[in-house]
């Protein structure tokens, strides 16, 4: 029985991809000192830490941790940011690429994890938000669009007067139809 050994070649090529993709199973390259002295002289690049997690160096005086996979059989990688290099230390990289790691094991996709929370987040803001505010912010948007003065004063007048005193405090969600018809019933 003869045993095929791979070319050279081959397995120095290998070697290469695994070290590329953080696959030669070592976690934790980096130390803090090397990671500062990296930052501090501007070696700019993606640095490998391993497990997927990488220090990327941009001209400028940029860093930031990133997080780099594959998935779905897809060829090329994406890259999820963790955070600025100023305010995500080491050791907190890494168990953001553990949490990461763990979300890909559970099949799910830490990009669209934290665009689904970031989302969240949002409407739930939207959700506090008075009817007031929501009206101001409308305000300020459209009236430089209004070329007529006395048009927005007249906007800010009758909500001051008829819409404020009723709904003005409720949070937007809960301006219903018995709200409105309050407010347009003052109006008569």
Not at 16 to 42: N, P, S, Y
Not at 54 to 73: C, E, H, T, V
Not at 126 to 151: I, M, P
Not at 157 to 163: D, E, K, V
Request: positive net charge.
């Amino acid at each position: 029985m003869t045993i095929h050994m791979p070319s050279p070649i081959f397995a120095i090529w290998v070697w290469v991809q695994m070290w590329e993709d953080g696959l030669d199973g070592r976690i934790g390259k980096l130390t803090a000192m090397g990671v500062a002295t990296l930052v501090r002289k501007q070696v700019v690049g993606m640095h490998n830490d391993g497990g997927n997690l990488y220090l990327q160096i941009a001209p400028g005086n940029g860093a930031s941790w990133i997080f780099r996979f594959k998935r779905d059989g897809r060829k090329t990688s994406r890259d999820h940011g963790l955070g600025s290099f100023y305010t995500l230390g080491l050791a907190e990289a890494r168990e953001k690429a553990r949490e990461c790691r763990k979300m890909l094991l559970d099949g799910r996709d830490p990009i669209e994890e934290k665009r689904a929370a970031r989302a969240a987040r949002r409407l739930e803001a939207a959700r506090v938000l008075t009817f007031r505010q929501c009206a101001e912010g409308y305000l300020a948007a459209n009236e430089s669009s209004w070329k007529n003065v006395k048009h927005r004063q007249q906007w800010r007048s009758t909500l001051s007067t008829y819409a404020y005193p009723v709904i003005g405090d409720l949070p937007v969600q809960s301006v219903d139809e018995a709200g409105i018809i309050k407010v347009v019933a003052g109006l008569a």
